[in-house]
């Protein structure tokens, strides 16, 4: 099943997202993102993909992401 498209990549889930796979656009070989035997993330690439591409359409998702950005380049940048 196709999860998700972006100008360069496929993103495709045999198994209803437990496991997504993404290849170049018009490409064979494929590259595992997730399966259910890697630790389990609070996000799943897939799943982050789709809170940017809601993002574009609802301002409240737009918000909370620009708000998470934030909080991560904050805490990124008192690391290094």
């Given at each position: 099943?196709?999860?998700?498209?972006?100008?360069?990549?496929?993103?495709?889930?045999?198994?209803?997202?437990?496991?997504?796979?993404?290849?170049?656009?018009?490409?064979?070989?494929?590259?595992?993102?997730?399966?259910?035997?890697?630790?389990?993330d609070?996000?799943?690439?897939?799943?982050?993909?789709?809170?940017?591409?809601?993002?574009?359409?609802?301002?409240?998702?737009?918000?909370?992401?620009?708000?998470?950005?934030?909080?991560?380049?904050?805490?990124?940048?008192?690391?290094?």
């Amino acid at each position: 099943m196709v999860k998700h498209i972006d100008e360069n990549y496929i993103y495709e889930s045999p198994d209803g997202g437990k496991t997504v796979y993404r290849r170049e656009l018009g490409g064979i070989t494929r590259e595992m993102l997730s399966s259910p035997s890697k630790p389990d993330d609070l996000f799943r690439y897939a799943e982050f993909v789709q809170i940017i591409d809601m993002s574009y359409k609802n301002p409240a998702v737009k918000k909370a992401l620009d708000n998470l950005l934030l909080i991560y380049y904050t805490v990124k940048d008192g690391t290094e």
